[in-house]
């Protein structure tokens, strides 16, 4: 039986998925299953170590909104809204600041391969690492603002040389100190960007230089149509990327091994999931919107 060119494609996108699925199914479906489990159910240990489940109902999850609170001693509300403000702020600052960096990388100019090295260096150091040697070159000192601590040399400059009031200052020190982090997350979105920009065909900018558009209309009508697919896909991996080393984590880590509310520590990362689900739902159909009627 000969097969359409459309089954074939999406053979292929299925052969690809294999791997995902095969690693889905052996090791996260039964952790995410209990997960839902222990949420709705108050869990205990007996002498011997062993679980014992006292069924609840959604009691956890009143708790956890009513009467407790995160390991910074706040309400956990008040961190879910952090966290999803965090990562409506850092999303299109990195989105932005990637494809800068891939449109410079992807110019003709000496030293190319030096700066794409330097770009790229949240890759081969490892996030971490390359926060820690930012924060060194910038200077370590702490100096206290208004119960804000400003660690780089801008902030501390900005400070102690200036008489802007602190109510306008601090959003501009936290700012100049979330920049490290935007730029140690931009090296894969990066490396992402130059292969789709290396991937547009010479003879689109051949024409439009032919036509007489200027390098800001071959930008626009050109290089963003044409990797805007591309950009889909750098938001979707940054959100998933900001939410991976959220807070909400580490609190769902707080509450289940160090305070031993296995319950409550569940129930948060069933709301978690589905708040990144929710985000990343939202933001797909959007930016779905966007590429259909660019397309």
């Known amino acids: 039986m000969k097969l359409s060119y459309t089954t074939k494609r999406k053979l292929l996108g299925f052969t690809f ?10 090791f996260f479906a039964k952790p995410l299953f209990e997960t839902f489990k222990y949420s709705f159910n108050k869990i205990t240990i007996d002498e011997v170590g062993n679980m ?3 069924p609840n109902g959604i009691q956890n999850y009143i708790d956890l909104f009513t009467t407790e609170v995160s390991s910074a001693n706040t309400q956990v509300l008040r961190v879910l809204l952090d966290e999803n403000t965090n990562m409506l702020i850092n999303v299109p600052l990195i989105t932005l600041l990637s494809l800068f960096l891939a449109l410079l990388a992807n110019r003709q100019f000496k030293g190319r391969a030096i700066v794409r090295m330097i770009f790229f260096l949240p890759i ?17 000192d702490t100096l206290q603002t208004g119960g804000l601590f400003a660690e780089s040399f801008v902030a501390r400059m900005l400070v ?8 306008y200052l601090n959003p501009i020190i936290e700012f100049v100190g979330n ?13 992402v960007f130059l292969a789709a920009l290396q991937s547009i065909s010479p003879s689109m900018y051949e024409v439009a230089k032919i036509e007489g558009a200027t390098g800001y209309e071959t930008f626009w009508k050109v290089t963003i149509p044409s990797i805007l697919h591309i950009v889909v896909f750098v938001v979707i991996y940054t959100i998933v990327d900001v939410f991976l080393t959220s807070q909400i984590a580490q609190e769902a880590y707080h509450f289940a091994f160090e305070n031993s509310k296995i319950g409550i520590g569940s129930a948060l990362s069933v709301i978690y999931i589905f708040n990144v689900l929710i985000v990343l739902g939202v933001v797909l159909l959007f930016t779905r919107k966007v590429v259909s009627n660019n397309g």
Not at 124 to 140: A, H
């Open 124 to 140: 081969i150091l490892g996030l971490e690492v390359v926060t820690d040697m930012m924060t060194i070159t910038t200077g370590t």
């Open 160 to 167: 102690r040389y200036t008489a802007i009031p602190m109510t």
């Open 52 to 54: 014992v489940f006292t």
């Open 17 to 26: 998925l294999i791997p995902f699925l095969l690693g889905f199914f052996m």
């Open 179 to 191: 920049i490290f982090n935007v730029i140690s997350r931009s090296g894969v979105q990066t490396l």
